[in-house]
Every structure is written in structure tokens, then in C-alpha cells.
């Protein structure tokens, strides 16, 4: 159980929007957090796991370059924009690639979409996959979408194809959905 702190309750939109004391299954605020980008579970996750925000950030971090992510930092859970918060293309694919070992996450990111409840309430929310590219492109299998004022779009996807795995990252990229295809199809067409 993920109880929500006032810390969790007033993170910015786009968010959940539960109260303060709020109880949900981790399990259920992975899915807010990978399926509609809700910051306010994201707060609530790293909260639980680390003791603090900033402790699960600096333990991130550290993780991060316990897997040779060397031009990473994690200063908020959300993704939000701040100074020490940072990465690149290549530690995204890095990550992902470790993260898609992972039959819970994989399980996560494929989904179009997912109800869950509070545990106290039992209040239902909705959640839909925000990853256009799972519908549009033939073999995709997730990953996150992402957008701040400062990053412009992002988007990390995968494809499979013949039991061969890509993976695709964009940071600021107006066009993602269609720069993803072309990599995708760059890929699985030309590449032998």
C-alpha cells in the first residue's frame, strides 16, 4: 500500500488527483505513472520506495550509473524540469533496454488502458495509454511518452519484429511519432 503525502496530494497537472491519505496498490499507481504521466504518483511511488523524494532520486541516479548511464540525473520522479535533472538519448535506450528485461514493466507499457481503485474509497479511476505509437505502429510494444516546456516532446519506443527488439529515443522532437517510424522502419527494412 502507497499512502499519498501532502507532497503527493499537490504536485503539479497532469495528475491523479487523489487527496492526502489516499491509499493505493503500487502495482496500480505503476500503471498512473507509465500509462497518463501522473505526477502526483510519481511523487507518491518515490515517497514509498525511497523514504524521500530526494533520496529516490539520488538513489536513481546512482542506479543509473550502476548501468554505465554516466550523463543522468534524477532531481525529480516526474521528469519535471530543474537544473540537476538531466539525461540523453543514449542513457534512455540504455535503461530501457534493462527495463524491458522486466515481464511487469513490459506487461505496463503494452496496455491501452487500466481501472484502478482507491484502496479506502474504493474509488475507480480510468487510465488510458497516452503512447499513440502502440496503435499505429505494426510490432510496438510501448515505451513512455514525455513532455515539458523545456524538453519539448520526448518519446523512448520499442518494436519487435522476427524476435528482433529496436528501441527508439527522441528528446525534443516536434514530430516524434513520425521520426519513430522512419527509425523503425530504417531499422527492420535496411538494417541486416
Not at 499537490?10 to 495528475?15: G, H, L, Q, T
Not at 496498490?25 to 525511497?50: F, K, P, R, T
Not at 505494426?138 to 524476435?163: H, M, P, Q
Request: glycine share 6%; charged share 20%.
Amino acid at each position: 500500500k502507497v499512502v499519498f503525502s501532502k507532497r503527493a496530494a499537490s504536485a503539479p497537472k497532469v495528475k491523479l488527483g487523489a487527496k492526502s491519505g489516499s491509499q493505493f496498490l503500487l502495482s496500480d499507481l505503476l500503471y498512473a505513472l507509465m500509462l497518463e504521466s501522473y505526477n502526483d504518483a510519481a511523487v507518491a511511488i518515490a515517497e514509498h520506495i525511497g523514504g524521500s523524494v530526494e533520496q529516490f532520486c539520488a538513489d536513481m541516479t546512482q542506479e543509473a550509473r550502476n548501468y554505465g548511464c554516466y550523463h543522468t540525473s534524477f532531481e525529480t520522479p516526474n521528469g519535471l524540469d530543474s537544473a540537476r535533472h538531466y539525461t540523453t538519448c543514449h542513457d534512455l535506450a540504455l535503461l530501457t533496454c534493462l527495463a524491458l528485461k522486466n515481464d511487469n514493466f513490459c506487461k505496463i507499457i503494452k496496455e491501452p488502458s487500466f481501472s484502478i481503485k482507491e484502496l479506502k474509497t474504493g474509488q475507480s479511476y480510468s487510465l488510458n495509454n497516452k503512447n499513440l505509437f502502440l496503435t499505429s505502429y505494426n510490432g510496438a510494444i510501448g515505451v513512455k511518452t514525455g513532455f515539458t516546456k523545456k524538453s519539448g516532446r520526448c518519446l523512448v519506443s520499442a518494436a519487435e519484429r522476427d524476435g528482433v527488439t529496436l528501441i527508439a529515443v527522441t528528446l525534443n522532437a516536434p514530430n516524434d511519432w513520425q521520426d519513430h517510424t522512419l527509425m523503425f522502419n530504417y531499422g527492420f527494412n535496411d538494417v541486416k
